[in-house]
């Protein structure tokens, strides 16, 4: 059985500013990578990335020619608002054309806001932080008022509350949890959720068609018998509170890449025995049909998109056999009625895995030296799926 693509389900690929443009020095994430400021845990700094602030057009017309009818993508806030209040026309433009030339080749662009680099000035524990980021959404209007439907605020807050908890370990010296995430920031995370809100109020006033939602990183909390209570309570801060907080939006992004197993003591590493990628993580891509079944049933009703999922790995055949695994998880849970609407690969290229070039999630791959895009086998065998809308199923 292969089950069809719901009519206007989104398939595509995903990428973020930071990781793919290449000389965002405005930014929070290059000072950090230049040891100005952070806790010089940076292996590498960006450089030019994939050059994608250049070479957009070709991304987009590899994408389109592969079958994609959807891809998603950046803004970047510190090119945008490279000083407080001071907002770049040249970089609005910029994206404007951004929107305009994904159009032109039949891909229907979903824009992320904020996906983990902000200005070098801002930051997320200040008061006014949640009205500074409406303002740059406000500003931002230009580049999404036509042409873009679906629009997400930030990109899994759950990861920036949970990276201002990881500093603060870091920088008071205190113990790292030896499996699992640490602790999130909470007053990061209220931060985080009120400057979500103050940014669908932004978009809607300026753009009542966008479709707004923000997506949030599943980890896929699988308790060991027993330890059903704890895993819930380690996973309300890390996870639930964020899918709760979009309980009133237009969709919710479900992010999946691995499982975390709970065990009586709390998170346990991966099985001895199992495969794992080359972030690390255990190759489990049964993840993405529960972080689409846990999602739906934190909030219920809300339409959920599957925003990323991929795996880094040098070999090609790995990301097929992952992919499809993954994709009849997803097959099989919306024959059981979970209402996903959309999937996104991450990555499109072979981009900057915040810190290091190592991790590979590229469908297409991207010579460091030239800048030549090469697709991977993978990128022929899932962009094909745009055309013929037939998921591959592998019960
Ligand atoms: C992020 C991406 C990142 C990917 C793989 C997600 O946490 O949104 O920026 O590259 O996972 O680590």
Redesign the pocket.
């Known amino acids: 059985m292969h089950p069809l693509l719901p009519d206007g389900f989104l398939w595509g690929a995903s990428t973020?500013a930071h990781?793919t443009e290449g000389g965002n020095t405005n930014s929070d994430w290059w000072l950090m990578e230049h040891g100005s400021t952070g806790t010089g845990h940076i292996k590498e700094p960006s450089g030019d990335a994939c050059d994608s602030y250049h070479r957009w057009r070709e991304d987009m017309d590899l994408l389109a020619g592969l079958g994609f009818t959807d891809y998603r993508f950046s803004i970047e806030w510190a090119r945008i608002e490279p000083a407080p209040g001071e907002f770049s026309r040249a970089a609005l433009d910029h994206y404007r054309r951004m929107v305009d030339g994904a159009r032109e080749r039949g891909l229907r662009p979903m824009l992320t806001l904020h996906?983990?680099s902000t200005p070098a000035w801002f930051s997320w524990d200040a008061a006014e932080s949640a009205e500074l980021f409406a303002r740059y959404v406000a500003a931002a209007a230009p580049v999404y008022a036509e042409g873009v439907e679906h629009m997400c605020t930030i990109?899994?807050p759950n990861?920036i509350a949970t990276m201002a908890g990881f500093i603060q370990l870091l920088t008071t010296g205190a113990a790292m949890p030896e499996a699992g995430l640490p602790e999130p920031d909470h007053a990061v995370s209220q931060v985080l959720i009120n400057a979500h809100r103050r940014a669908v109020e932004a978009v809607k006033a300026h753009a009542p068609h966008v479709r707004t939602g923000w997506t949030v990183?599943n980890q896929v909390y699988q308790p060991l018998p027993g330890a059903e209570h704890l895993a819930a309570a380690y996973s309300h801060p890390r996870e639930d509170l964020f899918l709760q907080a979009a309980a009133d939006d237009d969709w919710l992004g479900v992010?999946s890449?691995t499982r975390t197993r709970i065990g009586p003591d709390g998170p346990l590493p991966a099985p001895p025995d199992a495969e794992r990628t080359l972030?690390g993580w255990e190759y489990y891509p049964a993840a993405l049909g529960h972080a689409l079944r846990h999602t739906a049933a934190v909030v219920p009703g809300v339409p959920l998109i599957v925003t990323?999922n991929g795996i880094a790995t040098a070999d090609d055949t790995r990301r097929v056999a992952y992919t499809g695994a993954a994709l009849t998880g997803m097959a099989e849970a919306m024959a059981d009625g979970v209402d996903v609407r959309g999937y996104f690969h991450?990555?499109a290229l072979d981009n900057y895995?915040?810190g290091t070039y190592a991790p590979t999630?590229g469908l297409i791959q991207v010579d460091r030296e030239t800048f030549a895009r090469t697709p991977k086998p993978s990128a022929a065998w899932l962009g094909a799926i745009g055309r013929t809308r037939a998921l591959p199923y592998l019960p």
Do not use: D, V
Request: net charge negative; proline share 0%.
């Open positions: 973020s990781q996906h983990f990109n899994e990861m990183a992010q890449y972030t990323e991450w990555s895995e915040w999630f």
